[in-house]
């Protein structure tokens, strides 16, 4: 059974350039959720998408943007990155529709970004 | 801002022992809640789910919780040097996105 992965596993980027970011859901899922986590903080939530579509949004700006694609993998783009990007970015893979009372999430083992 | 509270630690209990980790959430209205364990330098992995007040038992880990108090705990029995790691508490806001705790690190000592 095939986990959740993605890709880089590191990644060192400028400030000012672009950045993208893959994940391949776990087996049988169907959502993608994206998540930012700095040093010594817990994983923020940045989007999730389903269906094709971005189905909830957390408060991250504009800069951050994604995609599904038909078979669910998903990119997650950074623009004009900032020092304060750097972090451990997760992808988690879920069911899309509610299954024992709700969606667990299974997380990938991330893409570390540093911004010089 | 919903929130999501844990005492960062570190919680160090002797090998053998229960480990007692504890969570509280602002959101009245989160419906579903989990734990999660995360490694130094990994990612984090699912442990438990728990939707319902009350206690949930899998294996040597026990989640409760309560929803009118607004908390959660995490209890591991017979804890080992292996389960030294930091534990994440996630809660739902609305129906799909996670809020986070900042963790609690725990130190089983051999």
């Known amino acids: 059974d095939a986990g959740v992965t993605q890709s880089p596993t590191h990644l060192i980027k400028t400030r000012g350039q672009q950045v993208t970011l893959r994940c391949s859901p776990k087996s049988g899922h169907d959502t993608v959720s994206w998540y930012q986590q700095a040093l010594g903080q817990g994983p923020q939530f940045i989007f999730q998408?389903?269906?094709?579509?971005?189905?909830q949004r957390g408060n991250f700006p504009d800069r951050f943007s994604g995609h599904q694609f038909p078979n669910y993998s998903s990119e997650l783009n950074v623009n004009a990155l900032l020092l304060g990007d750097s972090a451990l970015y997760l992808c988690a893979s879920s069911w899309g529709r509610l299954y024992a009372g709700g969606y667990e999430q299974y997380f990938g083992p991330g893409t570390r970004l540093t911004v010089t | 801002q919903k929130e999501v509270e844990q005492n960062s630690g570190p919680l160090s209990v002797p090998e053998g022992a229960i480990a007692s980790l504890n969570c509280t959430y602002s959101?009245?209205?989160?419906?579903?809640f989990f734990w999660y364990r995360q490694y130094s330098g990994k990612s984090p992995e699912l442990i438990m789910s728990i939707y319902s007040n009350g206690d949930k038992e899998d294996g040597r880990f026990t989640a409760q919780l309560n929803k009118a108090s607004q908390y959660v705990s995490l209890l591991i029995r017979d804890s080992q040097p292996s389960d030294s790691a930091t534990y994440l508490c996630?809660?739902?806001?609305?129906?799909?996105?996670?809020?986070f705790g900042t963790g609690t690190r725990l130190k089983v000592l051999a």
């Open positions: 998408y389903y269906e094709e579509e971005e189905r």
């Open positions: 996630a809660v739902t806001e609305g129906t799909y996105k996670y809020i």
């Open positions: 959101d009245r209205g989160s419906q579903s």
